[in-house]
Each structure stands twice: as structure tokens, then as C-alpha cells.
């Protein structure tokens, strides 16, 4: 009969032997740009779903593909899609903001991985409150994507603060599960629909 202290032995040379399971990590890459191709790793996170590609496409041609010089706002950052996209096209600034740890740490590496260096700022704040900060937002911004969790009120608790964050001549990307005539004193000027996902690029009235 084999030993108790053998059996043990055996057992834990067996687990050692396993191999590590780590968390899934989703993916999306960068169709446009200085980083065309690269790959951005995003886990999973209640109300985080990408822009599809062909959406970006299209966004990134009603705004034009070369966005140097400008100032960009990405909301609800997530997966980080559209702010790393403004980047990889010559924004000048792109700020990300997201209230998600492991959200903020994949925008983190994804950055480091990239050298972005200082085009990308990364904040971890709630939405509305830092609209309500324009000083410490460091607006106002040229471009600002909105592509908040669905049937949650953002929009409609955001559209009172966008004066705060835009210049008069600003685009304002929203995406919304209905859609939208407009935000406030935003109109809507191009408007497109994805599936269940209907996306708008609005400029002021």
C-alpha cells in the first residue's frame, strides 16, 4: 500500500505540472493610422461593447482621417477603441476616461504598449462628475465620444453639461440603442445604424 506522505507528494507534483489558467482577455484592432493593426486587449465588463469596425470606419470618415491637431474626449472609454483610434490618426490630445479598475489598467498596459506617451491621459472618474469639472477636464475638447451603458440615463444626465466640455465648432459621436434627433443644442448631421446599435455625429446649432 503506497504511503499517505507518497500520495501527497505525487498529488502535488501533479497540480505544479498543470498549467495556469488566466482570465479571458477580449480583443479589437486599430483599423486607421500610425497604429493600424495593432491590437488592444479589453476584459470583460457589464455595458463595455466596442465600436464595431465598420462603424469606426465610417466615423473616422465623417470626421476625416487625419485629426492632428485635436483635442478628443473619450467618456466611457472601455475597451478604449475610439480614443485609441483619435490617437493613432494624430490627435493631439486624447484624454479616456473610465470608473472600471480592470477597465483602467488594460487602457493602461494597451497605452504602454503602444507608446502613446503624453497624447493619452488616462482618468478614473465617473462620467457626469468630471464633465462638471471643465477646469480639471482640460477642455474645451474638439471631438468627444459618447458611447455610454444602454437604458442606464447617461445621455440624457449628460446633455446639460456638454457646454462644459466642447468648443462651439466641436463633433459630438454618440452611441445610443435609439435613434437621436439630437442632444441639447447638438444636432444630429450624420446618422447610421449597426445592428441594435444606432450611432450619430451631431454639431451645434
Known amino acids: 500500500m503506497l504511503s499517505p506522505s507518497f500520495l501527497l507528494s505525487s498529488l502535488s507534483r501533479n497540480l505544479d505540472s498543470l498549467p495556469i489558467r488566466t482570465a479571458a482577455m477580449n480583443s479589437v484592432r486599430i483599423i486607421g493610422g500610425e497604429w493600424r493593426r495593432r491590437v488592444l486587449r479589453f476584459p470583460d465588463s457589464i455595458g463595455l461593447r466596442p465600436t464595431p469596425d465598420r462603424v469606426r470606419e465610417t466615423l473616422f470618415n465623417w470626421l476625416g482621417q487625419d485629426l492632428r491637431g485635436l483635442k478628443c474626449l473619450d467618456l466611457f472609454a472601455g475597451s478604449g477603441a475610439l480614443g485609441f483610434e483619435a490617437a493613432s490618426r494624430g490627435a493631439s490630445q486624447v484624454v479616456m476616461v473610465d ?78 440603442e435609439q435613434a437621436l434627433e439630437g442632444c441639447g443644442e447638438w444636432q444630429t448631421v450624420r446618422e447610421g445604424r449597426a445592428g441594435q446599435v444606432y450611432y450619430h455625429l451631431m454639431r451645434k446649432r
Open 99 to 176: 470608473n472600471e479598475p480592470k477597465v483602467l489598467a488594460a487602457l493602461e498596459a494597451n497605452a504602454s504598449q503602444l507608446q502613446a506617451g503624453d497624447r493619452l491621459r488616462i482618468v478614473r472618474a465617473d462620467a457626469v462628475k468630471f464633465a462638471s469639472l471643465p477646469d480639471s477636464a482640460g477642455g474645451p475638447f474638439d471631438v468627444l465620444f459618447l458611447d455610454p451603458p444602454y437604458r442606464k440615463g447617461w445621455v440624457e444626465r449628460l446633455v446639460p453639461l456638454l457646454d462644459n466640455l466642447l468648443d462651439e465648432e466641436a463633433a459630438l459621436y454618440v452611441e445610443a
